[in-house]
C-alpha cells in the first residue's frame, strides 16, 4: 500500500503523536516497507474463516466490586507530572 | 567458598539449604560483581540495599528451617514487572521515574518463595526490538565475542537482552522475562542460555507493563533446563486480577527434569524459510532430533503450511494492540509530560518526546491498520491467519508431542547492525513468533554454535500447558550438545 503524506499526518493525528513535516517522507517510506512486508499475507486464502482474537482458555467472570487497596492517593498521584490537592493537573480544557 | 556467581541456581539452593553458604555471602557476591561488570549495562536499576536486606531475612528462615522455594536465592527482573516502590521503566522515558504503588503477580510470586531481587535488567523500550538498542538507557553487550572479531560488541538478544546478559554474565543466578514475539527464546538463543516462555495464561500478566495483550506472556532465563523449570515452578499460577489467566493446576515441572522421553514424538516442520538458514542451523537441527531419537524419541515430518506466515501477522496483531494500551501514556496521570499550552499539545509533544523512534513507528502503525478503510486488509485478515496458524498446530499436535525448529535464523550479531531497516530487524523473530500466535509453551536451549564461534539455540514447542514435555525433551538437548558454555576471558594484561 502507498502511504501518502496525508495517510501520515492522518495517523499521527490518531494516535496522537506529533510529527514535523520535514519527517513526513521518512515516515513515510518506513511505514510503506513494513506493509509490503505485512502484505504476503494477501497470499492466503482465508474464505470461510472466522478471526481469532485471543488464545486464552480463560472464562470471562465478574469480579465483586469492591475497594481492595485502601490508601494509596498519594502514591498514585505521587507518580503525575503535576499535580495539586490529590488531583491531576492540565491546562484548561473548557472556555 | 570461591566463585559463588559461578553456582546454578540449583546448586545454590542446595548449598544453602545445607548451610555450606549463606544468602547474605551469595547476594554480596552477585552484587560486586553487577558493579564490575557495569559495562555491559544489563541493569537499569540495582537494588543493593533492599537485597541484601532480604538475604538477611532468608538466612533467618535458612536458620529456622522455614525455607521457601527460592529462598535467599538472587534473580533479576526484567523492567517491565511492576516492583512496589522500585521504580520500573520499560526501558522508556516515558517511565523514567515512574515508581509503581503495586506488585506484578509473577514478581509477587517470587518474592513470597524467599527470592533476593538483585535489581531491575534493561530492555527494548516496551519490550519492542531482537537486540536491546532500543531501550533509552543504551543498548546492553552481550559477555561473548566472536572469534575472528573479539573487539566488536554484540548483541544479546531482545527484548529481554538485560536479562539474558545478566544471566550468561553471572550477574544473577536466573531472571524473569517477557515474550510476546520471542523476547525471552531469541535473548537466551543469542547469550547460550535457557529461555522458556510458558502456555499464555499459565504466569499472571498483572502487573506486567503491557505491549500486545493477546501475546505477551512472562518468561524465565536460567543457566539450566533444571533451573528454568524451578523459577518457572514458582511464577506459574492462576491469578483472578489477570481476565486471562489459566485456573488450571501447575504441574510440578522440576520432576520432568531428567525423564525418560522414550516414544516421545517429534514433529520437524520443513520449508523453504528453514533451508535458507545457515548451514550451522540446518546442522544443528539435524543433530538434536538424532540426539531426540537416540534417547528413544521418534521424529517424523509435520506439514505445517501457515506458519510462516506468524511474523507478517504478527507485524500487524501486535502493533495493533500496543496502540491501544500505549494509547494510556498520555502526559497527564503518570510518566513524562512535555511542556505544551494546551492538552492536545501536552498528547501530541508527550508521545513525541517520551517515546522512542521504534515504540513510536509501532503505534503508527497500529493506528493505521486499525483505522476505518484499513481494518478488515489488516487487522482482521490477519486475524484469520491466526486462526489458521493456530490450526496448523492442532493438526500437528494430533501426531506429535513437540516441535523442534531453530530459535533464531542466526547467531548474534554486531550493535548498529539491521539497523537500516526495520523488517530486517524483524526478520531475527521469525521462528520465535508462531508460538505466541498460537499461545504455546516453548523452550529455547543452547545447542551449537556459528561459524563465528557464537551460540545457537534449539526451540521445542508443546501443545497448551505441556512444559513438562519441553523440560523432558529440553534435558535431553542440554546433555547430548556438548554445548561450551560462556567463559571469562582470562586477562590478556
Redesign the interface.
Known sequence: MKISDQDVLKISELAKIKILPNEVPQIASELEKILEFVEQLNEIDCSGIEPLSTVTVAQAYERQDVVDDNNCLDDIVGNAPEQSSGMFVVPKIVE | MNNLTELTLSEARDLLRAKKISAAELTAAFLKRIEAKACWNAFITVTGDLALAQAKESDTRLARGEIRALEGLPIAYKDLFCTKGVRTTAGSRMLES??P??ESGVTQRLKDSGAVMLGKTNMDEFAMGSANVNSCFGSVINPWKAKDNPAQDLVPGGSSGGSSAAVVGRLCLGATGSDTGGSVRQPAAYTGVVGIKPT??RCSRWGMVAFAS?LDQAGALAKSVKDSAIMLQVMSGYD?RD??????GVPDFEKSVGQSIKGLKVGLPGGDWIDQCDDSIKTMIGNAAAWLKSAGAEALDVSMP?IK?SL??Y??IAPAEA?TNL?RY????????AP?????E????T??EG?GAEV??R??????VL?AGHIEA?Y?????????I?QDFSDAFSSTDIILMPTAPSGAFAIGEKQN???TM?LNDIFTVPANI??LPAISIPAGVDSRGLPLGIQLIAS?FNEEALFKAGCVIESSSGFVPWREEEATS
Open positions: 515512574f515508581i504503588p503495586y499464555y495464561g493477546s483472578p481476565s486471562t489467566s489459566a485456573n488450571v501457515h506466515h507478517e501477522a507485524y500487524i496502540s494509547s498520555d502526559g497527564v496521570r503518570f510518566g513524562f509530560r505544551a499550552e494546551s492538552i492536545g501536552i498528547y501530541q509533544n508521545r513525541r517515546l513510536r513507528r503505534i503508527l502503525i497500529g493506528a493505521y483505522s489488516y482482521q485478515r490477519a486475524q484469520k491467519v491466526r486462526a489458521l493456530k531497516d526495520p523488517v524483524y498460537a499461545g497448551s
